[in-house]
């Protein structure tokens, strides 16, 4: 065999053992498909996107949506609990098949993952002691104001872009630690977003919530980049059910409102 003919035919082998290595790959959906179960990553206590409840039971907005999903594929629900900071290494390490969060599609983290058609939108608020003398978010931007965010979190992100002259104090476990750090005195103020923030206003004694927002931002699911056929999936069931008005319910129940506390709380 000639030089040429025998580098061609290995090359062309070399192509269809490639190719048959890629096909046999299974993707996110046929693994769900195969055992029956989606898993997802949540942030473990984030209400009322993501909480246990006074019954014990894991529920939330971002939880119902997948269970509803879930439900409707006919397959069991998993939920895999995470701080924030771990949400992303549990979805790239494939420990879970998507992330349910109230996640930002920020530049930055879609170079690692992929996310869904926005779901909902949060407005970025900032909140203080009762008796503080600040009355709107932007009072706070100068030197001598700790500021408490989520760590590695768009509020956090959105505290260093606008208020800048502020000290930022970054807290791992959610909300919830940020408004702990204000309560104690830890920080002057803490970022969140509205709808996070309304459940504490009403459970904590001494809070307020400043005048303004500091931004709007769009909140998705997400998914890695390999699992094109789950990211199309979650995109088309997200429109579904914002037609047939289920999307609205869910949201209007546990985003807009505090009507869930009487509820879970």
Do not use: C
């Not at 879609?110 to 009072?139: C, G, H, L, R």
């Not at 307020?208 to 789950?230: M, Y």
């Amino acid at each position: 065999m000639k030089l040429k003919s025998l580098i061609a035919s290995l090359v062309g082998g070399a192509f269809m053992a490639a190719a048959a290595t890629v096909s046999l790959a299974e993707t996110t959906m046929e693994k769900i498909v195969r055992t029956g179960q989606m898993t997802i990553a949540v942030q473990t206590q984030g209400p009322p996107v993501s909480f246990i409840d006074k019954n014990g039971k894991r529920t939330g907005l971002a939880v119902e949506l997948a269970q509803m999903m879930a439900d409707d594929m006919g397959v069991k629900l998993v939920v895999q609990d995470y701080d924030w900071k771990g949400l992303i290494p549990a979805l790239t390490s494939g420990k879970a098949d998507f992330i349910a969060a109230d996640m930002t599609p920020t530049a930055q983290r879609s170079m690692q993952i992929m996310f869904t058609e926005p779901v909902f939108f949060a407005e970025t608020v900032a909140f203080t002691k009762a008796d503080s003398e600040y009355t709107n978010w932007e009072d706070l931007n100068k030197p001598g104001v700790t500021l408490a965010a989520t760590q590695a979190s768009s509020y956090a992100a959105a505290a260093r872009k606008f208020l800048p002259e502020a000290e930022l104090k970054e807290f791992s476990g959610g909300t919830a630690q940020a408004v702990q750090a204000v309560v104690s005195g830890r920080a002057t103020a803490g970022v969140t977003d509205k709808a996070t923030l309304s459940g504490f206003l009403t459970t904590i004694d001494g809070l307020k919530q400043l005048d303004g927002e500091l931004n709007r931002e769009p909140l998705g699911f997400a998914v890695r980049p390999d699992s094109v056929h789950l990211l199309n999936s979650l995109d088309n069931y997200i429109r579904l059910i914002r037609i047939d008005g289920r999307l609205d319910e869910k949201i209007a129940y546990w985003w807009d409102s505090t009507d869930w506390e009487a509820d879970h709380k």
